[in-house]
């Protein structure tokens, strides 16, 4: 709900997997269902793949970094600091079938004045567990506004079973209540999300964990906006948003700025931007910015998404992002919050802490297994190069209710499309279940 700025502000199943799956559906401490593992009507790339996973945290420091929440008006000067980041990693694991799993903890804003609601996720990855295979893909990941990476297991603990190394960076925002701090976020995603994917293409490619050469992005709400800009979307020195910085902070890091490169993303193969943030009323890249990214790009947004925008924001963005191969998800009536875990039990409380996790429309556990079907898909194709998942990709008709399945075709109830043939229900989804959604896809216009 409050991805952004809150609530009230502007608008095939490899065998490892499957002994993990049934270990978790049989422990009675997890009889909650697990995010990442989806249900029946899932689309078919959504399930699990072949690996376990592990899960483990590392640190990194940014030297000399603006602190623009001390901003001293007297002197108009914006302090340098260190920044200290802490790291979940995701990653393909060797781990015993018996090892315990991973129970993630984390916080959220309340409404004030209750303080922060804490909760509990059951996870699939297995704590510190050795790493499995070598030069894998490399995924960094954004979280919304006061989010933390941990309520975007659906996704972490799902692409790592898929043999991705997943990097989700704790942003450490100030508390979304606080409207007052704003920039912080604004001024620091960008900054991390850059920052961090240098850090590890070097370290964990040192240690042959990673190929740096197939590195892509993720981000939710305020972490769409970063991913967006680490990409290669300018910022806009005449945007209000970017002109109310304090000290002039981003100046020298827009386009021509003497730290302009400390945005750029090396070796980027692809982007995923959820709920994004960015567009209307801040305009934070103008009319031409998001000309600037030149990798494909995936964006998903539900069209009544009343944080961020749907028109102004995903729908506008992508049809500006021009110079790239891009794709839209949208779901009908869909609002902002598709982009967290299922509601967690001490959620459960309040409308308002029950927000973070649930649109008043789509369940979400089932957004989450569409969502990860096509960013599986997306991903496998464009960071992997396998021009198999082309095909789920590339579909017969926008409006996913106008497929259709000839009696003459072969295909039980629950039968995944086969996306061909005549059948025009969208690739891999089952059925009766591809509804209520759409998908656009455009060429990228030569520079």
């Known amino acids: 709900m409050r991805g952004f700025m809150g609530a009230h502000a502007p608008r095939a199943f490899g065998r ?41 945290t590392l640190t990194l420091v940014e030297h000399d970094q603006p602190d623009v929440l001390a901003y001293d008006s007297a002197s108009g000067r914006v302090p340098q600091r260190d920044r200290t980041l802490v790291i979940d990693l ?19 804003p309340s409404e004030p004045p209750a303080p922060p609601a804490p909760f509990t996720i059951p996870g699939i990855a297995v704590r510190d567990a050795k790493f ?18 941990v309520a975007m297991s659906w996704i972490t603990e799902n692409l790592a079973s898929k043999g991705y190394v997943v990097a989700a ?4 925002d100030p508390p979304i209540t606080d409207k007052a701090k704003f920039v912080g976020p604004l001024v620091r995603r960008p900054l991390d ?11 964990l490619a040192a240690k042959h964990w990673i190929d740096p050469r197939r590195t892509a992005l993720l981000g939710y709400s305020m972490g769409g906006y970063g991913v967006l800009t680490a990409a290669g979307a300018t910022l806009d020195p005449h945007s209000p948003v970017i002109r109310a910085v304090p000290g002039g902070a981003l100046a020298p890091y827009l386009r021509g700025g003497p730290r ?27 009319a031409a910015g998001l000309a600037g990214i030149d990798v494909p790009l995936l964006l998903i947004n539900g069209d009544q998404d009343r944080t961020v925008g749907y028109t102004e924001a995903a729908r506008a963005f992508f049809d500006e992002a021009v110079h790239a191969r891009r794709y839209l998800l949208t779901f009908r009536e869909g609002g902002h919050d598709i982009g967290l875990d299922p509601t967690p039990p001490q959620m459960r409380n309040s409308l308002w802490n029950e927000g973070w996790f649930q649109d008043p429309v789509w369940s979400t ?36 209710d106008r497929g259709v399945w000839p009696a003459s075709v072969p295909g039980g109830y629950d039968a995944y499309s086969p996306g061909s043939g005549g059948v025009t229900v969208w690739k891999g989804f089952r059925r009766p279940y591809a509804i209520g959604l759409e998908w656009r896809s455009a060429a990228p216009q030569p520079r």
């Open 365 to 400: 556990e089932r957004v989450n297994a569409i969502n990860a079907h096509f960013i599986t898909a997306f991903l496998d194709r464009y960071v992997k190069g396998d021009a198999s998942r082309e095909a789920y990709l590339d579909l017969p008709v926008v409006e996913s």
């Open 260 to 286: 302009a490169a400390a945005l750029d993303v090396a070796h980027l193969r692809a982007v995923v931007a959820i709920s994004p943030a960015g567009g209307s009323p801040w305009n934070v890249w103008g």
């Open 16 to 56: 490892g997997a499957a002994v993990v799956c049934a270990a978790l559906l049989a422990s009675p401490a997890l009889a909650e269902r697990v995010p990442s593992v989806y249900g029946a009507d899932a689309p078919q790339l959504a399930a699990l793949g072949p690996d376990r996973v592990g899960y483990r």
């Open 193 to 203: 999300i850059a920052f961090v994917a240098a850090a590890l293409q070097r370290d």
């Open 90 to 108: 995701w990653y393909p694991a060797l781990a015993s079938a018996s090892a315990p799993h991973v129970v993630y903890r984390a916080a959220f």
């Open 132 to 149: 499995a295979g070598h030069d894998r893909p490399l995924v960094i990941v954004s979280h919304g506004y006061s989010n933390q990476p």
């Open 169 to 172: 960076i704790r942003h450490e």
